[in-house]
């Protein structure tokens, strides 16, 4: 069974779209995830959410918006896509607030056109 | 800004030998963690070293921690092909929030 699953692998969409990740853990963990993986590899913290709260919100522009339903879902929506936002967008979880190891998914590779 | 700065950016080594990374970082920590990215894959944590610690091991990965010159190093002896992948440490940042600091990582590449 995977322990973090990220829906879509690929996305592959224009300027100006519209679009959602989904992400689920099956680890019962408190908190998790999103990070953006730039083509050079550089992987930087965009929210994070302990049981369905968010507790840090970096930098992201307001077009970016996460959404927990519940403490094993963190969906992730992009309005008005730009080219820039073309990255590897990945998933975490890890037990409590405390920054102890984190779980990652596959990841989903976001092209903008 | 960015945290953990990874040395060298690339390595390529043959079939055996070992590889050594190296990590530098400006702030105090709670913890450091080295995680692996097999290409194409997400991040996979291999070791976490308390700001406590000096040395940890797991099979054949050692990690040191030197806390007063801030850097940590990772060695993985008897290298294999399958250990071809990207190395990245994080910070726990001692102060701020409660988040890790990824370096760009460490492009290692063992060659048969």
């Not at chain 1, 094993?72 to 037990?95: M, P």
């Not at chain 2, 806390?67 to 940042?93: G, N």
Request: proline share 4%.
């Amino acid at each position: 069974d995977t322990a973090v699953s990220q829906t879509p692998k690929y996305l592959v969409t224009q300027m100006g779209n519209d679009k959602s990740i989904k992400c689920e853990q099956n680890l019962g963990h408190d908190t998790m995830y999103w990070y953006k993986q730039d083509s050079k590899k550089f992987l930087k913290i965009m929210f994070s959410y302990n049981n369905k709260e968010l507790i840090i919100n970096e930098t992201v522009p307001n077009r970016f918006s996460p959404k927990s339903p519940d403490k094993a879902h963190l969906n992730l929506h992009i309005n008005s896509l730009e080219l820039g936002d073309s990255a590897v967008y990945f998933c975490a979880s890890s037990r409590g607030r405390v920054t102890t190891e984190q779980y990652f998914g596959p990841g989903t590779r976001l092209t903008v056109t | 800004s960015q945290q953990g700065e990874e040395d060298p950016q690339a390595l390529s080594i043959q079939e055996g030998e070992n590889a050594t990374m190296n990590c530098s970082y400006k702030t105090s920590i709670n913890n450091l963690q080295w995680y692996r990215q097999n290409s194409g894959r997400g991040l996979v944590h291999l070791i976490l070293i308390r700001s406590n610690e000096r040395e940890k091991h797991s099979g054949r990965l050692r990690v040191t921690l030197d806390t007063s010159k801030k850097s940590s190093s990772l060695l993985i002896t008897a290298s294999r092909a399958a250990d071809t992948a990207s190395y990245f440490c994080a910070t726990d940042p001692l102060q701020g929030a409660q988040k890790l600091v990824f370096g760009q990582g460490t492009r290692l590449t063992i060659n048969p």
